[in-house]
Structures are given as C-alpha cells and as structure tokens.
C-alpha cells in the first residue's frame, strides 16, 4: 500500500513534471529563424573579407 502511494503520488508527478520541464527547455533553447539571416550572413562575410584585404594590406598582426 505505501508502495503504490509511492508509485502515484510522488514518483509520477515527478517523471512528469521532469519531461514537461525537458520539453519546455528544448523549445526554448532554439531561437526562432529570422526572416532577414540570409542577409546577416552575406554582411558577416563581406566584414570578414574586409577584414582579411586590410589585414594582407597592412600585414597581419604579430601577437596572434
């Protein structure tokens, strides 16, 4: 009798506020597509190539 009060009142609640909070956490944890990422990333490549002329012009950095 005090395993099944074990078994239903403690150990289930348990598993399944653990699975709810798994489930709440993977949603949360992958930030949702924005519309202008293609955009983003074209910009973030351009600076690097920037970056990369200016440093082959200037000759690259002596610490690195």
Known sequence: ???????KGILFPAVLATALTLGLVGCASSPPERPDQDKIKQDSDKGMQDLKREEDRH????GY
Do not use: E, I, R
């Open 59 to 62: 000759g690259s950095p002596g």
């Open 1 to 7: 009798m005090k395993n099944d009060l074990f078994k």
